[in-house]
């Protein structure tokens, strides 16, 4: 019981977290900050997704959105910025289409979480003697197989056509 | 709650005697006699650098971004000190025995990128920037042949928890258990682990992020005081973070190196009985003492290899280690399912 | 007080442990250390001249490639992981006669296969290239002779 409590409280606690960190990105005029307080969102996300224990996919989330995409966001925005440096500021523009958009979006989510909110009951243990990683793994050779494969084409296509793009940039350089 | 309170005293005492060590190495490897005047052979040298740096100003440039400024050291700690949650220390003694373990390991050690470009964006200065970019580059790309040699013996171990691969290290034969004699082609991912984990930790030869005689001091440059001291912390604190995980990975974890040869019992003897604090103490000795070693070799390759230049930096991490790498877990693959 | 903690609460006990110690050394330093800033110490250090304009311009657009190739081949890594603690699983192996490790063997060696391709497609395009150094060799007129060096370099191998 007190188990249950404790992940309640982190649920909210990070849930929090992520939201307050997202509005700060929102509210921050310098977007290198924003950049990083991303990093925040997207530890909160991951921390939830292992309270949830969907552990796998958490670290994943740490991995991937953290250690690379966001590195990846980083750089774009190192690297446009303006030659004689100063600060990056954002400014806010189309503030009404942005607020339909908002409040758009919060009538499908709320909409959705009419029903009962499937987080609910933190996910279920395995029932298998497998860990949900090894049911990842199986599942991958199995059920999932065309999608592990689609997913192997859809990187390679991304990898080229981001070489390709690049590529005209490099040209010029030379 | 044990592994924690075991790892942070020695993390922070073995920083003191790695800087110690390491200046005595480097003096015996150049034939010079380094640190004596403190202390009996300059044995108190790195506490009095302690001291001092404790004392010292603390000079944030104007022209810097304050906030990422003052959080990157910490960032960049916290992010090395986590991994050390997964690692066991013996048989009974393990921070966390999360079931993704050295999935999770390789996770954290991306986010001390993070730190680092903060640390280098924050700064506003040239050198440190530079110094972040190249350094950022660098983990990022050997973190592919790293993560390819992890999966070579994972593929074997079929586990992801750092507790139950030192566990199947385990035997009366002592060394003869470990996975490198066990399978004698992990002599491979080994040296490209070695190699990768050296380029992680930004050490010679994969200084270039902080080369001296070009970058002042890469990014951080700007760090004084003691935030300079703290992101010392966290370079040697990767650097033991990569020997415990290759130890674990490679060289039997926990386990004794003393085979058991007739009555002579010295693997019984040099191990402990399980479940009693004798085998936590042999345990924690003999992890921490492989650890040493590796940091040794660590240390000895840095003082016998000059710095690699850029170009030279990436093509090993993508023209060599990676494929290297891929066709290894081709190998281990074989391996496992038809030896 | 014993306290039973989850994997997870470990650490975060860890990540909150390695900061408040952190946090605690810094605050003893800042209790001891002296404040004494003027304009020269607070100036970015650019080899002792003043610094000219700051830091934050563009750099070299191969950092933005290479992280790019290291994102699509980190999701690579990400697939493997669970592949590899279950393509030798030995309850499945018996249950299929041998054929599952096979299987799932043959399966992720296409994916690999396919990713390979991917990196020699970078390969062959240059982008693993970073700049080379012009290596230049120039010729010096010494008044030495060639044969000394032979012998220096002779005696001392």
Redesign the interface.
């Known amino acids: 019981m007190e188990q249950i409590n404790f992940n309640i409280l982190a649920f909210y606690g990070f849930a929090g977290l992520a939201v307050i960190s997202a509005l700060m990105i929102l509210m921050s005029k ?1 977007i ?2 924003s950049v ?1 307080m991303l ?1 925040l969102v997207f530890l909160s996300v991951a921390a939830i997704y292992i309270i949830t224990n969907a ?2 996919v958490g ?2 989330q ?2 991937v959105y ?3 995409i ?2 990846l966001m ?2 774009g925005v ?1 690297l446009t910025n303006r030659i004689d440096g100063g600060k990056m500021l954002t400014e806010h523009r189309r503030i009404i289409p942005a607020v339909l958009l908002g409040l758009g979006l919060a009538f499908v989510f709320y909409s959705t979480l009419q029903t009962k909110f499937p987080l609910a009951e933190f996910g279920p243990q395995s029932e298998l003697d497998k ?3 090894e049911t990842i793994g199986i599942n991958f050779m199995t059920h999932q197989l065309v999608a592990l494969e689609l997913t192997a084409v859809l990187l390679l296509m991304a990898l080229i056509g981001a070489a390709f793009l690049a590529g005209s940039k490099f040209e010029d350089k030379k | ?1 044990i ?2 309170l075991i ?2 005293p020695f993390l ?1 005492v073995f920083v003191i005697f790695a800087v110690y060590a390491e200046r005595k190495v480097s003096a015996f490897m150049q034939d010079r006699i380094g640190p004596m005047e403190t202390g009996k052979f300059g044995i108190l040298q790195s506490f009095a650098d302690v001291l001092k ?13 304050r ?2 400024f003052l959080m990157a ?2 960032v960049i ?2 992010s090395v ?2 991994g ?3 690692l066991p220390l013996s048989a009974d003694i393990q ?6 373990g050295i ?2 390991l ?3 050690i ?2 001390d ?2 730190g680092i ?2 640390a280098g ?1 924050g ?8 110094g972040a ?1 190249r350094s ?2 660098q983990i ?2 050997y ?2 042949p790293l ?2 040699a992890i ?1 070579c013996v ?3 171990m ?3 928890s750092l507790q139950e691969i030192s566990l199947q290290q385990v035997g009366g034969l002592g060394f003869i258990h470990w996975n490198i004699i066990q399978y004698p082609f992990l002599i491979v991912p080994f040296v490209i682990y070695f190699i990768a984990s050296l380029a992680e930790s930004n050490r010679t030869p994969f200084d270039l992020p902080e080369a001296e005689s070009e970058l ?1 001091g890469g990014f951080h ?2 760090y004084s ?3 300079w001291a ?1 992101i010392m ?1 966290s370079e040697y604190g990767m650097m033991l973070l990569v020997s415990l995980i290759a130890v674990i990975l490679f060289f039997g974890s926990w386990n004794t190196p003393l085979p058991n040869l007739g009555p002579v019992r010295l693997a019984d003897w040099t191990s402990g009985t399980v479940g009693q604090l004798s085998a936590d103490v042999w345990g924690t000795f003999w992890i921490l003492s492989k650890a040493m070693l590796m940091i040794f070799v660590q240390m000895w390759v840095r003082w016998t290899y000059p710095r690699i ?3 030279q ?3 090993l991490s ?2 060599y280690l ?2 290297i790498g ?1 066709f290894m ?2 190998v281990s ?1 074989f391996w ?2 038809w030896m | 007080m014993t ?1 039973e ?1 989850t ?2 609460q ?2 975060l ?3 909150v ?3 408040v ?3 605690g ?2 605050v ?3 209790v ?6 003027n304009e020269e ?6 080899c002792g001249e003043d ?1 000219t304009g ?3 311009g563009k ?1 070299n657009i ?2 933005y490639v ?2 790019l ?2 994102v699509l ?2 999701t690579e ?1 990400l697939f ?2 669970p592949w ?6 030995e309850g499945l192996n018996a249950l299929t006669q ?1 054929k599952w ?2 299987l799932a ?1 043959v399966e ?2 296409l994916f ?1 296969l396919i990713l ?1 391709l991917g ?1 020699a497609y970078v ?1 062959g395009k240059g982008f ?6 012009d290596v230049k060799v120039t010729d010096v007129e010494s008044k030495v002779p060639e044969s000394l060096y032979e012998q220096l370099n002779t005696k001392y191998q």
Do not use: C
Request: glycine share 6%; charged share 15%.
């Open positions: 310098n290198i900050h990083f990093v552990e796998f670290v994943t740490i991995m953290i250690g690379g966001l590195i980083m750089f190192m860990s949900v990683t | 709650m592994a924690f790892y942070l922070l740096m404790m004392q010292k100003e603390d000079i944030i440039a104007l022209a810097a971004d906030k990422l050291p910490l700690f916290v000190f986590t050390y949650a997964v921070g966390s025995a999360a079931e993704t999935y999770f390789l996770a954290v991306s986010l990128v993070i470009l903060m964006w700064s506003n200065s040239k050198f440190s920037l530079f970019m950022v580059a990022v790309s973190e592919i993560g390819l999966l994972i593929m074997l079929q586990t992801l002042i440059t700007e005081g003691f935030r703290v912390l230049r850029v170009d930096m990436m093509s993508w023209k990676t494929p891929l877990v081709f693959g496992k399912l | 306290m903690l994997n997870y470990i650490i006990l860890f990540a442990g390695g900061f110690a952190i946090m050394s810094l003893t330093s800042w001891l250390r002296p404040r004494r800033p110490k607070l100036t970015t250090y650019e610094p700051t830091a934050w750099f191969r950092f290479i992280a190739v290291f081949f980190e890594l493997l992981f590899a603690i279950v393509f030798g699983d041998g490790g096979m063997f992720m060696s690999i390979a990196l390969w693993l290239e970073w700049e080379k150094p």
